[in-house]
């Protein structure tokens, strides 16, 4: 499974940023679809989650609350990841990936993870 990141770029603090994953020749039915962060020097943590199939369902790190939107397009089979007012912490790498509901939004329990994409806020 090949997943995709785009969106990533540098931003001054305050500024957004839409992160995107896609998964060509692969659907992303009944799985969880998440986003991580590896900050500099740090390990690699989760920022938010999505469970495909129960859309209701969705996991936000604290430091992503009231900032961040995970969101899922069916029809074009993307998940995304709308940053609001970023800040220099949020810098780093963001990695897509999937792994089955039982995992849920745990580093070790996913399956499948993209090559991440840059993220930097300047201050």
């Known amino acids: 499974v090949q997943l995709v990141e785009s969106g990533g770029g540098v931003v001054q603090a305050g500024g957004s940023l839409r992160l995107s994953c896609t998964a060509p020749?692969?659907?992303?039915?009944?799985?969880?679809v998440g986003w991580f962060r590896q900050g500099p020097g740090s390990q690699r943590k989760e920022v938010s989650c999505i469970h495909t199939i129960s859309v209701g369902t969705i996991h936000y790190a604290d430091s992503a609350k009231g900032r961040f939107t995970i969101s899922q397009n069916e029809a074009e089979n993307t998940v995304s990841l709308q940053m609001n007012n970023l800040k220099p912490e949020d810098t780093g790498l963001y990695y897509c990936a999937v792994g089955e509901p039982r995992s849920w939004c745990t580093d070790y329990g996913m399956d499948y993870w993209g090559k991440g994409i840059q993220v930097t806020v300047s201050s």
């Open positions: 020749g692969f659907t992303f039915g009944n799985y969880v």
